[in-house]
């Protein structure tokens, strides 16, 4: 009686479910090149200003244009700090930075050193890489009442935690363009 009781003043019972929807992703991205594979497609969120994306990618590399076949899962977090500029229909984001997580796939690429190589043989782990990027974006905002409501393309100069720490001890053998990579996108913003 109790119990029956403790119930009613809170107003809650145990048959009560509160529903947890996902909302689907505001926009979809797909990239070449960038560290995340040959060709990568991702999806995901903006915050309600525009000026923070989190994203999901999953990458591909086939072993003709590698050497090997990979497969990545990679996170990337865009920060875009300036004011974007209209000119004409066109909107341009002058200024993106941000940070990738990237994860290859595979029993032969490790997180930590398997126990057959002495500690600390590799200095990094071979699955997983962090990235500092920088770019900018061109958008064209599309009719309304359209799945697809933006169109815009992307690019990004970024480099790898490994390639940078290199660079910095070996600055005498490594030239800057030794460490940058490039990537060209699409992104789809979704209505």
């Known amino acids: 009686m109790l119990l029956f009781s403790l119930l009613l003043i809170t107003g809650k019972t145990f048959a009560q479910k509160k529903s ?28 309600r200003n525009e000026k923070l994306e989190g994203d999901l990618y999953y990458g591909y590399l086939p072993k003709n244009i590698g050497g090997v076949r990979i497969h990545s899962i990679s996170g990337k977090i865009t920060w875009i700090p300036l004011h974007s500029v209209r000119i004409k229909k066109y909107r341009v984001e002058p200024l993106m930075t941000g940070l990738i997580v990237n994860y290859s796939l595979g029993k032969e690429y490790f997180s930590f050193d398997p126990p057959y190589y002495p500690y600390n043989y590799y200095s990094f782990p071979t699955a997983i890489h962090s990235a500092l990027f920088l770019g900018s974006r061109i958008g064209l905002n599309l009719p309304p009442n359209t799945c697809v409501n933006r169109l815009s393309l992307y690019y990004e100069v970024l480099s790898f935690d490994r390639e940078i720490i290199s660079f910095i001890s070996n600055t005498k053998s490594l030239q800057v363009g030794d460490i940058i990579t490039l990537s060209l996108g699409l992104k789809i913003g979704l209505e």
């Open 20 to 47: 947890f929807k996902i909302k689907p992703p505001d926009h979809i991205k797909v990239q070449y090149g960038g560290g995340l594979g040959f060709i990568s497609i991702g999806a995901g969120y903006s915050t």
